[in-house]
């Protein structure tokens, strides 16, 4: 059981470097640095996938620009504002050991129900028609 906790433990330390690393390249270089991968689909096929505009997002949000992060990738953006908040009141909650509203339970059908989400905004972002058009990068 020890093993698995220094496991676990080592697998966060190097996710969250991993993640400062590539915060810190985001902001020193900007979104458009030439290192930063494109987007495959948007190239081959002229369209935008449930991803596209993450990068700028994220540079948006980096800098505090919670508005245009949410212009360039509006599910995502409110995906992972949504996760940090229930990571946050999970670990409050497992510091306090209080038991908070927004907990984390994953779930097969919280996995399905964000699969049919992506996909559906993969779908809705390339339809050529306001009020969709909103929802692809400027």
């Known amino acids: ?5 220094g496991r676990k433990l080592a697998f966060g330390c190097g996710l969250l470097v991993g993640v400062a690393v590539i915060g810190y390249l985001l902001l020193t270089h900007g979104p458009h640095a030439s290192f930063w991968p494109k987007c495959l689909f948007h190239q081959w096929t002229g369209l935008h996938c449930a991803g596209c505009g993450m990068t700028r997002a994220t540079h948006a949000l980096l800098q505090g ?8 990738n509006p ?16 670990g409050i909650a497992r510091w306090s ?23 559906a905004f993969w779908i809705m972002r390339n339809i050529p028609n306001w009020p969709f058009t909103l929802l692809a990068p400027p």
């Open 65 to 72: 620009d919670v508005l245009t992060a949410l212009r360039y």
């Open 97 to 119: 050991g209080k038991n908070l509203p927004l907990r984390l339970h994953p779930s097969w059908r919280l996995v399905r129900g964000l699969v049919v989400l992506l996909i």
């Open 1 to 5: 059981m020890r093993h698995d906790s």
């Open 75 to 90: 599910l995502i953006m409110g995906l992972i504002l949504t996760g940090v908040l229930a990571l946050a009141c999970e």
